[in-house]
T-cell receptor, first 110, second 113 residues
Framework: KQEVTQIPAALSVPEGENLVLNCSFTDSAIYNLQWFRQDPGKGLTSLLLIQSSQREQTSGRLNASLDKSSGRSTLYIAASQPGDSATYLCAVRNTGKLIFGQGTTLQVKP | EAQVTQNPRYLITVTGKKLTVTCSQNMNHEYMSWYRQDPGLGLRQIYYSMNVEVTDKGDVPEGYKVSRKEKRNFPLILESPSPNQTSLYFC????????????FGPGTRLTVT
């Protein structure tokens, strides 16, 4: 059974710092991996989607990498801002199912 | 505007009273799915649908029913709600059998007393 783990569970950094969020999964037979952002009490916003054949995706200050063989993905956030404060979730797609990690709650202090 | 809508957004009900949470998308997506989010347990998939008249169980389907009679709609039915179904529910949709980005609705907060 696929399990997705995100470390750390919470992270607090000063504004301007570059940071890395980690996501690991146990079954490498995935179709894709998606990173989401969730603000308190809100829905999920898709940040980046990496297909299983890809190694990375970039959008603005965000860069996500995927290493299927080792079962790992990282989300790199450059020059963090207070507006980046949110919970970040990764999810892997197996057949029809989407399996989520527990998330990393990020606080960026001004 | 491309979006996934859910109704109602908030619902308080009593044990055993049947309810339906509606989900609709205007993006012509084949794939639709329901999730519940609980503190400490994260997001878990309830049911998904690869296309019209095709539905399948996710990880936590017990106590829920779904139907997919039209491409745009995917209602979640709780025939006899119980307090352990108190949760935040999300609907999502995607193109190409869910192989592209999943777009999420705003969520429905359900309380069963």
């Amino acid at each position: 059974k696929q399990e997705v783990t995100q470390i750390p569970a919470a992270l607090s950094v000063p504004e301007g710092e570059n940071l890395v969020l980690n996501c690991s999964f146990t079954d490498s037979a995935i179709y894709n991996l998606q990173w989401f952002r969730q603000d308190p009490g809100k829905g999920l916003t898709s940040l980046l989607l990496i297909q299983s054949s890809q190694r990375e995706q970039t959008s603005g200050r965000l860069n996500a990498s995927l290493d299927k063989s080792s079962g790992r993905s990282t989300l790199y956030i450059a020059a963090s801002q207070p507006g980046d404060s949110a919970t970040y979730l990764c999810a892997v797609r197996n057949t029809g199912k989407l399996i989520f990690g527990q998330g990393t709650t990020l606080q960026v202090k001004p | 505007e491309a979006q996934v809508t859910q109704n109602p957004r908030y619902l308080i009900t009593v044990t055993g009273k049947k309810l339906t949470v509606t989900c609709s998308q205007n993006m012509n997506h084949e794939y639709m799915s329901w999730y519940r989010q609980d503190p400490g347990l994260g997001l878990r998939q309830i049911y998904y649908s690869m296309n019209v008249e095709v539905t399948d169980k996710g990880d936590v389907p017990e106590g829920y029913k779904v139907s997919r009679k039209e491409k745009r709609n995917f209602p979640l039915i709780l025939e006899s709600p119980s307090p352990n179904q108190t949760s935040l529910y999300f609907c999502a949709s995607s193109l190409y059998g869910g192989l592209l980005e999943q777009y999420f609705g705003p969520g429905t907060r359900l309380t069963v007393t």
